[in-house]
Nanobody, 123 residues
C-alpha cells in the first residue's frame, strides 16, 4: 500500500506560480512511477505530468510543457509539481498518483491516488 497526501494548492493570479507537494508513505517510494493529474469542474480528469521511480525520465502533457516541472525527492518520499506562468485554464483539483507501471500511470490507471488539492487561478 502507498498513501499519498497532496498539499500546496491555493489561489493565485494568472501569471503566478505555485508548488504542489505529494507526501508518500508505505512501500519503497522509489519503486513507483508517480505523476500528477487534474480535474476541472465539469471535465474529465486529465494527465499533467509523470516521472519515473528513479527520477531519470519525465513526461508532460502538451498543455503544461515548458510551464510545469515535475520532480521527486526519494529520500523524503515526496513528489513535486512546480507550476509557473499559471493560466485560468489551469484551475482544477490536482491529484498525485503512483503505480509500479509508468505506462499504466500515464494512462490514468494508477493503483494509488491522493485526495487532491485545489488550485484556482484568477484572471
Amino acid at each position: 500500500q502507498v498513501q499519498l497526501v497532496e498539499s500546496g494548492g491555493g489561489l493565485v493570479h494568472a501569471g503566478g506560480s505555485l508548488r504542489l507537494s505529494c507526501a508518500a508513505s508505505g512501500r519503497t517510494f522509489s519503486s513507483y512511477a508517480t505523476g500528477w493529474f487534474r480535474q476541472a469542474p465539469g471535465k474529465e480528469r486529465e494527465f499533467v505530468a509523470a516521472i519515473t521511480g528513479s527520477g531519470s525520465s519525465t513526461y508532460y502533457a502538451d498543455s503544461v510543457k515548458g510551464r510545469f516541472t515535475i520532480s521527486r525527492d526519494n529520500a523524503k518520499n515526496t513528489l513535486y509539481l512546480q507550476m509557473n506562468s499559471l493560466k485560468s485554464e489551469d484551475t482544477a483539483v490536482y491529484y498525485c498518483a503512483a503505480d509500479a507501471s509508468f505506462h499504466l500511470l500515464v494512462k490514468g490507471r494508477a493503483g494509488y491516488w491522493g485526495q487532491g488539492t485545489q488550485v484556482t487561478v484568477s484572471s
